[in-house]
Structure formats: C-alpha cells, structure tokens
C-alpha cells in the first residue's frame, strides 16, 4: 500500500534515528519497520491521514487487527512496543504533544517451559571419551553447567582465579553483575581439575579465561553451543542439546531430590522466587506429595481418615 507522505516522511525519520543515533542493528530495525508499516497501512486504510490523529483508541484497534490476523502474543507486544518507540521519537521531535500508546497494555504472553534431560540421558550425554584437551574442556564444561547448574554467560566469564578447588566453590558473576558463591563437587569437580592440568595445552599467552578455545582465548558463547550439540549427536541422546538445558535439567534434578525452592533459588542466582517455580516446571502430581507430607492440616486429615 502506497503511504501518504505525512504517514510516511516521519517513519523514514525514526529509522534514520534508530540506526544513526541509537545505533540499533539492522536486524532489530527491520523488526520495527515492519511493525510500524502495518501499523501505518491499517491507520490509512481505516481512513487516518497523519500521526497526529492517532490516540489510544485507535492504537487498541491495531493491537485488535493483529489479534484478528491470529499474531501470537509475543507478535502484537513487539507491535505496540514499536509503536510506543516511534511515539516516543515524535515526543521529542515536538510533533507530538503526548505518547498515545503509553497506556495501551500488550497482551499476555506465557511463559515458555524450558525442557530438561532425564538423569538417564545426562549419563548418557556425560560419557565422553576425553583422550584430547578439546574433549576434556568439553566434558569439563558440561560437567560444571550440570553440576553447578551455570547459565552460559557465567560459565564463558569465568576465570581461574574464580575456582577454589580445595573448597569446591567458584565465584560466578551472574545477571545484573551480582557475585555469588555456588558449590561444586564429584563429578564437575573432578573434570574441572582434569582440565586444568591440559588447560596449558592451549594456552598461546597470557589469558585469566578458565576455559579456552583451540586459539588459546576465552571460548565463545557460540563455540560452546555449537560443541554442545554436537557431543549430543555423538552421544546419540534424542533431544537436541544446549547450555541452558543443562542448566534447567541441573535445577529439576535438585528440586525433584531435594523439594528445597529456596536452596534452589539461591544456586540458580534468581531475584525472584516465582522465576525458579516456572524454571523447575514441577508438575501438580509433585506439588500435591510435597503438600500431603509437608502441612499439618493435610497430616491430621490423612490420621483422622
């Protein structure tokens, strides 16, 4: 649909200013550049000729259009975060007085489940035949996601002056560059200090990174996951690995042993409490044991009976 130029001549000036001023990758402005044009070629052909005219009403009935052409949640929420940008922009741009689409809430979105392996395939993944460094820092690594339960970002930053072998704790820098102390034993333990005693192998000169690519620098957050999904087809386990599955697969595991949520939580690194009862997805089946052993009237009605 062709756009009229009171329509179109400000888009063109916030994508300008999206890549010049914010310096926003091309990926990420071709997401709001197309949000903003179907946007636009709803408001056109409902009859609006300039930004102007636009209020809450009338940003409600884009967010109602993409409810009807069947986008998913997550679709409509990135429509309308678009749309409070571009307004935003006009705000300060002085073509507008006020943002229209400040008020107007996205939809709610649900929480995807993450999927954990079973212990049985952890076994399975686990048992590499390490005869070389590559394969040693791979099992290390694997090792110590599962057994600390890491997310990708903490393992990669990692440095060696953060291990305390002797205690069997590291210092991790989480989200939000929070320090915690996260306990580590058996088997991670025992990989860990067989990586560093080839880690030097790969070392090409001076690097506090614990763990090392082939060219002797921190590995990447790619290497990684690339290495981990390939020992997944090695190992011929049936699901598709990735760090953060065994990161979830470390925190079910725990949950399932222990009914702990606050240990938990606290080995995970969460601010909030709700975000490691979504994480460990226990089912209700689990919940209902935990409550029939755990709470006294649930007790004294199960000895009445």
Known sequence: MSLPASIEKPLARFFDYMIRERGL???TENNYRQQLTA???FLVGAGVTKWQDVDAAWVRQIAAQAKRERLKAGSIALRLSALRSFFDFMV???ALAANPAKGVAAPKQGRTLPKNLDVDEVNQLLSVDADDPLSVRDRAMMELMYGAG????ELIGLNVRDVAMRKGDLRVIGKGDK???VPFTGMAKEWLFNWLKVRNQL????EDALFLSKLGNRISPRSVQKRMAEWGQKQAVSSHI????????FATHMLESSGDLRAVQELLGHADLSTTQV???LDFQHLAKVYDAAHPRARKRKNDD
Not at 150 to 153: D, K
Not at 242 to 249: A, E, G, V
């Open 25 to 27: 990758s091309r990926h």
């Open 39 to 41: 946007s636009a070629e």
């Open 92 to 94: 300060s741009d002085g």
């Open 150 to 153: 890491l997310r990708l970002s």
């Open 179 to 181: 320090e915690r102390v």
């Open 203 to 206: 070392l090409k000169g001076p």
């Open 242 to 249: 990735n760090p953060h599955k065994l990161r979830h697969s």
């Open 279 to 281: 994480y460990t997805h």
